[in-house]
């Protein structure tokens, strides 16, 4: 990879607005609103979690009660705020949406939890960022419905229990494996979200496309749904723009050839890696044979920050079986040639997990 195909690249490229980035744009909310699924017959994919909500849920109505805590784990922009909202309405109850770093003190939850409506679901993302206190305040509220509120400070401080509604808490996390397993322990039902396969990502934008009233024939969704990393959001983001591409240079409908042609501008190639994606595997194949290379080095090679390389570019490339992280640094596998369009060389051959190219050590000594 040369500096002119990755030129400028550190101006854009710090992860944010990304097009295939999986986090929701600042401006995209209105619009994601317009797409949720409303009910669980509407929300596609994910079979397994959709039949044992749907048990969890329609138990807890039969028993006219309030449903089990609810804990969605899963990569961002996989659905987990619809889905606490789709458990809401099919609760018949209202919601109240925060999130883990918005309740740093005790207090913050406690004002939440006692305005909380019998019933009421609080769908708490990213529980994970949530402060130690908060945390510890949670575990009481969610198994007893109760809260001690202290007041003053020092040896008169005193704690005044809290009665509070039943409620069911849903909690969203990217990082199960980070909630203290007390806090893990509390949810009767744990959901874990995988990413979409191709098909149920082109059954995504069908139902997109004709709430944005655009017209999509198959094979036009199929590709958008093959550029779309596994995750709707980028299904949805990756159809708007390709709208916008067949209503400017087409005549508005979308099939295969309009598709690609537009994700092409926008630089998202057939199988979903942009700019930065392919800068960071051309290097690795180009510049260091496929490594071993330390992170640092390629980096630099880059134009790149560490940390954008490291958590914006190479978990899709390591998913992809792309890229792989080994104790003496970042090696491109057999399929990174592939998919570059290049010969493979001898030593890539056949042997999937290992280095492709000769050893070549970090220049930074990591
Ligand atoms: N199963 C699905 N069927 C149809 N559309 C979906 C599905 N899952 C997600 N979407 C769409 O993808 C977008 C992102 O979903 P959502 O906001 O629920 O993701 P998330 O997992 O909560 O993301 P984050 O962790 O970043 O908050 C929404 O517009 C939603 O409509």
Do not use: C
């Amino acid at each position: 990879m040369s500096g002119e195909e990755y030129a400028g690249a550190g101006a854009a490229d710090d992860g944010t607005d990304r097009l295939v980035g999986p986090e929701a744009d600042s401006d995209e909310s209105a619009v994601e609103a317009a797409l949720r699924p409303k009910e669980l017959s509407e929300f596609i994919g994910q079979p397994k979690v959709r039949e044992q909500l749907d048990l969890v849920l329609k138990a807890a109505r039969q028993r006219h009660g309030t449903a089990d805590h609810v804990l969605l784990s899963g990569a961002p922009g996989l659905g987990k705020t619809t889905l606490s909202m789709i458990i809401a309405a099919e609760m018949g109850a209202p919601i109240r949406i925060t999130s883990g770093p918005a309740i740093q003190h005790a207090g913050d939850l406690a004002a939440i939890l006692s305005s909380l409506q019998e019933g009421e679901i609080l769908f708490l993302d990213e529980i994970h960022r949530m402060s130690r206190p908060a945390e510890e305040m949670l575990y009481m509220a969610m198994e007893d419905f109760r809260v001690d509120v202290i007041v003053g400070k020092g040896p008169g401080a005193t704690a005044i229990p809290l009665e509070l509604p039943p409620f069911t808490l849903v909690g969203a996390t990217t990082r199960a494996g980070l909630l203290p397993p007390p806090l893990r322990d509390r949810f009767g039902f744990t959901a874990h979200m995988e990413f979409y396969e191709p098909a149920e990502l082109e059954q995504v934008v069908h139902r997109s496309a004709r709430l944005l009233e655009v017209r999509t024939d198959a094979e036009g969704a199929a590709e958008i749904a093959g550029r779309s990393r596994g995750t709707p959001r980028i299904a949805n983001r990756l159809l708007r723009r390709v709208r916008d591409y067949a209503q400017v240079k087409a005549d508005g409908v979308i099939d295969r050839e309009i598709a690609s042609r537009a994700l092409g501008v926008y630089e998202v190639d057939e199988r979903g890696l942009d700019r930065l994606d392919r800068a960071v595997l051309g290097a690795l194949v180009k510049l260091f044979g496929g490594g071993p290379v330390g992170l640092s080095t390629l980096s630099v090679a880059v134009g790149e920050e560490r940390e954008t390389v490291e958590e914006v570019a190479e978990p899709f490339l390591v998913r992809e079986g792309l890229l792989a992280r080994t104790p003496r640094g970042r090696i491109a596998t057999p399929a990174a040639w592939d998919h570059l369009g290049m010969a493979r060389p001898p030593q890539a051959h056949g042997r999937p997990d290992s280095p492709a190219g000769p050893g070549q050590a970090g220049l930074f000594g990591e």
